[in-house]
């Protein structure tokens, strides 16, 4: 099964020049397409890049595909919701085809043969272990449907509440609500190597608290997916989202998103959609992408934000906040902070009396109960959003930003999904002056129905994306170079990253030592210094169309003598983005 997209390369957009070329040409591709899946749900995704295979959580249903090709070997496991649970549901109210089965909403690799999942169980909601194989070749996918456990504080009752779980050491932490109101949520932690399986969780009422439970020892790029997805259901402060402190406690500090608002007040993007962990060279700091939302009904947009973890730590190891009572407003907190801060881990070569957070004094305890908000916010790196979609009729979902070293330096490609089932490729360039300019490279409609994308990774060494919506789930290459066009100049004008003029088409760019073999201009995408001795970009696709690139308020030579007594020459300006032509120089 195949979808069939059309890409029209969008007109060049550089200001001040003006393209004399024909427009409309599209280029369609396919993609691979997992058949008809109306209401599928396809939301939970497992990557095994080693392997080279993909899990897909979906309504009662668990699919195991190759990551080469999603219609290749597909395997699938149907476990729907138990029959008495269904029809408790419904008598409930709730909806039997979109509420009232068996939603998978956690995959996650338990050990080195068996993955757990869990599902909504139609607002009953159950786990269990799935057999896999350990090698590439095997074909073993076994679920026990007769060794079930509880998913409760493990998994969502509500097939569409915001949710996020991780495996770690065999233990499972999971932020969801642990009732079928969905009143009461929390941050849990269960399996575990311990035969009793307890749980552990955040207090309803102090939530910010998980008792004798450190998570510094955990890899911190996914605590920090954890608990930044976890603020969903953390009440604001001052309308403003709020991250929780991954390290012992539930420290938080607001994560600003803002652009200047009409009149003089900053307007904020307040809601946060998804989070993207970038790595860079330094394992602990990787770069925070956030997509932000706004809940205000007069100003509609989406943001996305970039945040560095080490100024997210830097707030965390500022002032605390204060509030004297509920008339008070929240202020510096300057008196006595008592030890160990509040905040930090206990460690064994730093105090050996404390040894878990069960043995903080009462005093750390209590001050974190009254302090749990940090008092400076997380500003974004560049002071301000790197991509915004305002006054437009849909919102980003989701993202994923992957780093390409391109000919004049590298750059953060983010591919953002929408609600209406689009998916964005853009680029933020970073200009003179710190002048930021958003390039969108391409704009796709994955899926006919425009439903939200529900999810979406990147398999870096396939060079792919998988994306999931409610009706279906489709792959597609993070490049697609032949697309731009057959000449130099279109391809140079796209400015993407991924591609360059390699003398005979747009092809996936690598770098090379022989530099002026790859035309390409990211940053200002000006085909007269790329391609002014290229044949290929004067030959357009017909032979008997000559293009000329010519910068505003400059002047440009134009041949008005043909070479054959059989021709003769006319010339048209197009501007940039215009479809219309008007025909200059007529003393030709
Ligand atoms: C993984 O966990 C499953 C379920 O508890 C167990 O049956 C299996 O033996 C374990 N495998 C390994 C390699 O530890
Ligand atoms: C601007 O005009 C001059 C004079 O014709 C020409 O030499 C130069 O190449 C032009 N610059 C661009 C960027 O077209």
Same mark, same amino acid.
């Given at each position: 099964?195949?979808?069939?997209?059309?890409?029209?390369?969008?007109?060049?957009?550089?200001? *001040?020049?003006?393209?004399?070329?024909?427009? *409309?040409?599209?280029?369609?591709?396919?993609?691979?397409?997992?058949?008809?899946?109306?209401?599928?749900?396809?939301? !939970?995704?497992?990557?095994?890049?080693?392997?080279?295979?993909?899990?897909?959580?979906?309504?009662?249903?668990?699919?195991?595909?190759?990551?080469v090709d999603l219609n290749k070997n597909v395997k699938k496991i149907f476990w729907p919701a138990a029959k008495e649970?269904?029809?408790?549901?419904?008598? =409930?109210?709730?909806? !039997?085809?979109?509420?009232?089965?068996?939603?998978?909403?956690?995959?996650?690799?338990?050990?080195?043969?068996?993955?757990?999942?869990?599902?909504?169980?139609?607002?009953?909601?159950?786990?269990?272990?799935?057999?896999? *194989?350990?090698?590439?070749?095997?074909?073993?996918?076994?679920?026990?449907?007769?060794n079930l456990e509880s998913g409760r504080l493990k998994c969502p009752f509500d097939p569409q509440q915001p949710f996020a779980s991780v495996m770690a050491d065999e233990y499972l932490y999971s932020?969801? =609500?642990?009732?079928?109101?969905?009143?009461?949520?929390?941050?849990?932690?269960?399996?575990?190597?311990?035969?009793?399986?307890?749980?552990?969780?955040?207090?309803?009422?102090?939530?910010?608290?998980?008792?004798?439970?450190c998570f510094d020892k955990y890899i911190p790029s996914i605590q920090q997916k954890l608990n930044i997805y976890f603020l969903f259901n953390q009440n604001d402060m001052g309308g403003q989202r709020s991250l929780i402190n991954k390290w012992t406690t539930f420290l938080k500090a607001r994560?600003?998103?803002?652009?200047? *608002?009409?009149?003089?007040?900053?307007?904020?993007?307040?809601?946060?959609?998804?989070?993207?962990?970038?790595?860079?060279?330094?394992?602990?700091?990787?770069?925070?992408?956030?997509?932000?939302?706004?809940?205000?009904?007069?100003?509609?947009?989406?943001a996305i934000c970039v945040y560095s973890m080490v100024d997210i730590r830097a707030v965390f190891n500022g002032h605390y906040a204060h509030k004297e009572s509920a008339d008070h407003r929240w202020v510096q907190y300057d008196g006595r902070i008592p030890y160990p801060r509040p905040g930090t881990c206990p460690s064994k070569t730093y105090d050996p009396l404390i040894k878990s957070t069960r043995d903080f004094p009462d005093d750390v305890i209590?001050?974190?109960?009254?302090?749990?908000?940090?008092?400076?916010?997380?500003?974004?790196?560049?002071? =301000?959003?790197?991509?915004?979609?305002?006054?437009?009729?849909?919102?980003?979902?989701?993202?994923?930003?992957?780093?390409?070293?391109?000919?004049?330096?590298?750059?953060?490609?983010?591919?953002?999904?929408?609600?209406?089932? !689009?998916?964005?490729?853009?680029?933020s360039i970073t200009k003179e002056k710190w002048d930021m300019e958003e390039v969108v490279l391409e704009e796709l409609q994955i899926f006919k129905h425009p439903s939200p994308i529900l999810t979406m990774e990147m398999s870096p060494k396939q060079q792919q994306l998988y994306i999931g919506s409610r009706d279906g789930l489709a792959q597609l290459s993070l490049h697609?170079?032949?697309?731009?066009?057959?000449?130099? =100049?279109?391809?140079?004008?796209?400015?993407?990253?991924?591609?360059?003029?390699?003398?005979?088409?747009?092809?996936?760019?690598?770098? !090379?030592?022989?530099?002026?073999?790859r035309r390409q201009d990211v940053k200002y995408g000006d085909p007269v210094t790329q391609c002014w001795d290229v044949e290929e970009s004067i030959s357009h696709e017909t032979t008997d169309e000559k293009v000329i690139f010519g910068i505003e308020f400059n002047s440009t030579f134009l041949e008005c003598i043909p070479k054959s007594q059989q021709a003769s020459i006319r010339w048209f300006l197009q501007r940039s983005g215009e479809e219309h032509r008007e025909e200059v120089c007529h003393g030709c």
């Amino acid at each position: 099964n195949y979808i069939c997209l059309m890409v029209w390369p969008r007109p060049p957009s550089r200001d *001040g020049v003006l393209v004399l070329t024909k427009c *409309g040409r599209g280029t369609g591709f396919c993609v691979p397409f997992l058949g008809s899946a109306e209401g599928m749900d396809f939301r !939970t995704l497992l990557l095994d890049e080693e392997r080279g295979r993909l899990l897909f959580g979906a309504k009662d249903h668990i699919f195991l595909l190759s990551l080469v090709d999603l219609n290749k070997n597909v395997k699938k496991i149907f476990w729907p919701a138990a029959k008495e649970k269904v029809d408790l549901c419904k008598l =409930a109210g709730k909806d !039997t085809h979109t509420e009232c089965a068996n939603f998978i909403r956690v995959l996650q690799p338990y050990n080195r043969t068996h993955v757990y999942v869990c599902g909504t169980g139609a607002f009953h909601p159950v786990c269990g272990y799935i057999e896999l *194989g350990t090698h590439k070749e095997d074909v073993v996918f076994r679920f026990d449907a007769q060794n079930l456990e509880s998913g409760r504080l493990k998994c969502p009752f509500d097939p569409q509440q915001p949710f996020a779980s991780v495996m770690a050491d065999e233990y499972l932490y999971s932020g969801t =609500a642990s009732d079928f109101l969905g009143k009461d949520t929390a941050l849990t932690r269960s399996l575990g190597s311990s035969q009793d399986h307890h749980y552990i969780r955040t207090d309803i009422s102090e939530h910010y608290w998980l008792s004798g439970n450190c998570f510094d020892k955990y890899i911190p790029s996914i605590q920090q997916k954890l608990n930044i997805y976890f603020l969903f259901n953390q009440n604001d402060m001052g309308g403003q989202r709020s991250l929780i402190n991954k390290w012992t406690t539930f420290l938080k500090a607001r994560l600003v998103c803002s652009i200047p *608002g009409p009149e003089g007040a900053d307007t904020h993007f307040d809601e946060l959609q998804d989070i993207f962990l970038l790595p860079t060279r330094d394992e602990r700091n990787p770069m925070v992408y956030g997509v932000f939302t706004t809940t205000s009904s007069v100003f509609k947009g989406s943001a996305i934000c970039v945040y560095s973890m080490v100024d997210i730590r830097a707030v965390f190891n500022g002032h605390y906040a204060h509030k004297e009572s509920a008339d008070h407003r929240w202020v510096q907190y300057d008196g006595r902070i008592p030890y160990p801060r509040p905040g930090t881990c206990p460690s064994k070569t730093y105090d050996p009396l404390i040894k878990s957070t069960r043995d903080f004094p009462d005093d750390v305890i209590s001050f974190i109960k009254r302090h749990p908000v940090m008092h400076k916010s997380v500003y974004p790196v560049t002071g =301000a959003p790197v991509f915004t979609q305002i006054n437009v009729d849909y919102r980003l979902t989701q993202i994923v930003v992957d780093r390409v070293m391109a000919e004049d330096g590298q750059y953060d490609v983010m591919f953002l999904g929408t609600d209406v089932g !689009t998916v964005l490729k853009v680029l933020s360039i970073t200009k003179e002056k710190w002048d930021m300019e958003e390039v969108v490279l391409e704009e796709l409609q994955i899926f006919k129905h425009p439903s939200p994308i529900l999810t979406m990774e990147m398999s870096p060494k396939q060079q792919q994306l998988y994306i999931g919506s409610r009706d279906g789930l489709a792959q597609l290459s993070l490049h697609r170079c032949h697309t731009y066009g057959k000449a130099c =100049a279109d391809c140079c004008l796209a400015r993407d990253p991924y591609c360059a003029w390699d003398g005979n088409s747009c092809s996936r760019y690598t770098p !090379t030592s022989k530099r002026r073999a790859r035309r390409q201009d990211v940053k200002y995408g000006d085909p007269v210094t790329q391609c002014w001795d290229v044949e290929e970009s004067i030959s357009h696709e017909t032979t008997d169309e000559k293009v000329i690139f010519g910068i505003e308020f400059n002047s440009t030579f134009l041949e008005c003598i043909p070479k054959s007594q059989q021709a003769s020459i006319r010339w048209f300006l197009q501007r940039s983005g215009e479809e219309h032509r008007e025909e200059v120089c007529h003393g030709c």
